[in-house]
């Protein structure tokens, strides 16, 4: 019979075993991703290994998301390509080092919340545009080093292997999660491969990998007021797209594991890692959801994942180039290919029915955006754009005026409804009656707020038509927050505010 100690004991020794064997797995399945978008950014293969080794090892002892991985991203490597093909990798490296120190600065500042104004449609449309590139890349080892596609036995050793490989990783997890999935496709595929003698290709004819640890470096670049102006661009944007895609793999990891992952945290273990990267020969990265699944689907739900998989990478750059070698990539596209299967949010086209059009329209431009451009950055952002543009429309269109005379008084009341912003000041003033014959109008807010710039200079506008035709106008029940706008622009608008005694704002409408 268990008592609570020894089931403390026996679940602290299955976590220890699940992360030490997806730490494994996953340093298997980031070794060809990352030598490829090496390849990519027109850098030696050896560059995206030690890349990913620095960034996985320091994002998991310093990151704030358990569980995810991190490692030489090719949305970073596409950036940097003009800049390496034009100027040169030690460019490239000043670079990285940049995109690290602002990285950590945008951690620092707590700026990495704002990652949460993303909405669903979004985040659906990124997982989905990633699942495509994803399996899309990985048709790539169907072709022989020259370039050429597989065909005759070639061909078919490779597909019977990526089945057998996919089918262990798909159905293994269905009958025991005791051993991850991942690892058992690779030493499979393997053994089958070196029994039959099948040849197919390995990861040794990508590149050679035999390596040692990476040497300090600093970039051979002059440090003046020319290179920094050539450099900074690019450093803002690898920065801005590697915190996207690391971001939003935080928020999909959260979502997955039920857990809160600290983004703020995360942002600074990312830039200390593009840091480290800058000075040891390094080409930038953050993290990458596609190795992040293999991780989570082999049991890696913690730090320790991560760090074994990081140091992993260096253990076989030195000792362990040979075996590695071995490995068909059969065994690690069939991995993919369920990776990208399980990326792929399924259940967004069942609800396509029943949802705004905007939202499925949204999710649908971010997908086709992720895989044409290849650009996480670029997709999230336009379809940010879009969702906010919407949002403001709709909100424009809630806004009404309601007018009341007060015959007896000669007073021309108008009751706000909504909030007043960019979109609905246009409303707000076509909604007013400026030639009307009264001793005075009153604007009451009391359901409504003035939010912005925008709505401010509205307000200006409609009491200086008014003040044409000698109508002086109110402004009444004004919350704080709105009365803190009016005054500091007060320099440069002339407005009359009604003090109304009773009218209190509930504190937390106040917050």
Same mark, same amino acid.
Request: proline share 4%; hydrophobic share 50%; aromatic share 8%.
């Given at each position: 019979?268990?008592?609570?100690?020894?089931?403390?004991?026996?679940?602290?020794?299955?976590?220890?075993?699940?992360?030490?064997?997806?730490?494994?797995?996953?340093?298997?399945?980031?070794?060809?991703?990352?030598?490829?978008?090496?390849?990519?950014?027109?850098?030696?293969?050896?560059?995206?290994?030690?890349?990913?080794?620095? /960034?996985?090892?320091?994002?998991?002892?310093?990151?704030?998301?358990?569980?995810?991985?991190?490692?030489?991203?090719?949305?970073?490597?596409?950036?940097?390509?003009?800049?390496?093909?034009?100027?040169?990798?030690?460019?490239?490296?000043?670079?990285?080092?940049?995109?690290?120190?602002?990285?950590?600065?945008?951690?620092?500042?707590?700026?990495?919340?704002?990652?949460?104004?993303?909405?669903?449609?979004?985040?659906?449309?990124?997982?989905?545009?990633?699942?495509?590139?994803?399996?899309?890349?990985?048709?790539?080892?169907?072709?022989?080093?020259?370039?050429?596609?597989?065909?005759?036995?070639?061909?078919?050793?490779?597909?019977?292997?990526?089945?057998?490989?996919?089918?262990?990783?798909?159905?293994?997890?269905?009958?025991?999660?005791?051993?991850?999935?991942?690892?058992?496709?690779?030493?499979?595929?393997?053994?089958?491969?070196?029994?039959?003698?099948?040849?197919?290709?390995?990861?040794?004819?990508?590149?050679?990998?035999?390596?040692?640890?990476?040497?300090?470096?600093?970039?051979?670049?002059?440090?003046?007021?020319?290179?920094?102006?050539?450099?900074?661009?690019?450093?803002?944007?690898?920065?801005?797209?590697?915190?996207?895609?690391?971001?939003?793999?935080?928020?999909?990891?959260?979502?997955?594991?039920?857990?809160?992952?600290?983004?703020?945290?995360?942002?600074?273990?990312?830039?200390?890692?593009?840091?480290?990267?800058?000075?040891?020969?390094?080409?930038?990265?953050?993290?990458?959801?596609?190795?992040?699944?293999?991780?989570?689907?082999?049991?890696?739900?913690?730090?320790?994942?991560?760090?074994?998989?990081?140091?992993? /990478?260096?253990?076989?750059?030195?000792?362990?180039?040979? /075996?590695?070698?071995?490995?068909?990539?059969?065994?690690?596209?069939?991995?993919?290919?369920?990776?990208?299967?399980?990326?792929?949010?399924?259940?967004?086209?069942?609800?396509?029915?029943?949802?705004?059009?905007?939202?499925?329209?949204?999710?649908?431009?971010?997908?086709?955006?992720?895989?044409?451009?290849?650009?996480?950055?670029?997709?999230?952002?336009?379809?940010?754009?879009?969702?906010?543009?919407?949002?403001?429309?709709?909100?424009?269109?809630?806004?009404?005026?309601?007018?009341?005379?007060?015959?007896?008084?000669?007073?021309?009341?108008?009751?706000?409804?909504?909030?007043?912003?960019?979109?609905?000041?246009?409303?707000?003033?076509?909604?007013?009656?400026?030639?009307?014959?009264?001793?005075?109008?009153?604007?009451?807010?009391?359901?409504?707020?003035?939010?912005?710039?925008?709505?401010?200079?509205?307000?200006?506008?409609?009491?200086?038509?008014?003040?044409?035709?000698?109508?002086?106008?109110?402004?009444?029940?004004?919350?704080?927050?709105?009365?803190?706008?009016?005054?500091?622009?007060?320099?440069?608008?002339?407005?009359?505010?009604?003090?109304?005694?009773?009218?209190?704002?509930?504190?937390?409408?106040?917050?």
């Amino acid at each position: 019979m268990y008592n609570l100690k020894s089931i403390k004991e026996e679940y602290k020794l299955i976590t220890l075993k699940n992360e030490i064997l997806s730490g494994l797995t996953t340093s298997l399945a980031l070794m060809p991703e990352c030598i490829a978008f090496a390849i990519v950014a027109h850098l030696d293969p050896l560059t995206g290994l030690v890349t990913a080794g620095i /960034i996985c090892l320091i994002t998991s002892l310093l990151g704030g998301r358990p569980g995810m991985i991190s490692g030489a991203a090719g949305s970073v490597a596409i950036v940097s390509v003009a800049l390496i093909v034009t100027y040169g990798v030690e460019y490239l490296y000043l670079a990285v080092i940049i995109m690290g120190l602002i990285q950590i600065l945008v951690g620092a500042l707590k700026l990495a919340k704002f990652i949460r104004l993303v909405p669903q449609p979004v985040i659906y449309g990124f997982l989905n545009g990633l699942a495509i590139i994803i399996f899309l890349s990985q048709i790539e080892q169907f072709k022989t080093p020259s370039g050429t596609w597989l065909s005759g036995l070639p061909l078919i050793f490779m597909l019977v292997l990526v089945v057998i490989s996919s089918l262990i990783m798909y159905f293994l997890p269905k009958l025991t999660k005791k051993v991850p999935s991942g690892l058992v496709a690779i030493i499979t595929v393997t053994l089958i491969n070196l029994i039959f003698n099948l040849k197919t290709k390995t990861i040794g004819d990508i590149a050679s990998i035999a390596s040692g640890l990476p040497k300090f470096h600093i970039p051979m670049v002059p440090i003046t007021f020319q290179s920094i102006s050539i450099v900074l661009p690019y450093a803002i944007l690898m920065a801005a797209v590697g915190l996207i895609e690391t971001l939003l793999t935080v928020n999909v990891v959260d979502e997955m594991t039920n857990t809160r992952g600290r983004a703020n945290k995360e942002s600074v273990a990312q830039g200390i890692a593009n840091t480290f990267c800058g000075f040891f020969h390094g080409m930038g990265g953050c993290a990458m959801i596609g190795q992040t699944m293999v991780n989570l689907e082999s049991g890696g739900l913690k730090h320790l994942s991560g760090i074994i998989a990081g140091s992993l /990478i260096f253990i076989i750059l030195i000792f362990g180039s040979s /075996i590695v070698n071995i490995i068909p990539m059969a065994a690690l596209v069939g991995v993919m290919f369920v990776v990208a299967f399980n990326t792929f949010k399924w259940s967004s086209l069942k609800v396509i029915n029943h949802v705004p059009k905007i939202d499925m329209a949204v999710m649908i431009i971010v997908t086709v955006l992720t895989v044409l451009l290849n650009n996480l950055a670029i997709a999230v952002l336009v379809g940010v754009i879009i969702s906010t543009l919407n949002m403001a429309w709709q909100s424009s269109k809630r806004i009404t005026v309601i007018p009341t005379l007060d015959n007896k008084n000669n007073i021309q009341y108008y009751e706000v409804r909504g909030p007043l912003f960019f979109a609905s000041c246009m409303n707000f003033k076509e909604s007013l009656d400026y030639n009307i014959k009264v001793d005075g109008v009153v604007i009451n807010f009391l359901d409504s707020r003035i939010v912005d710039q925008s709505a401010i200079i509205a307000i200006n506008e409609v009491c200086k038509k008014y003040k044409e035709n000698n109508i002086k106008v109110y402004l009444s029940h004004l919350s704080h927050d709105c009365l803190e706008l009016l005054d500091d622009a007060s320099e440069f608008i002339e407005i009359n505010i009604l003090e109304d005694p009773y009218y209190r704002i509930p504190s937390n409408e106040l917050d």
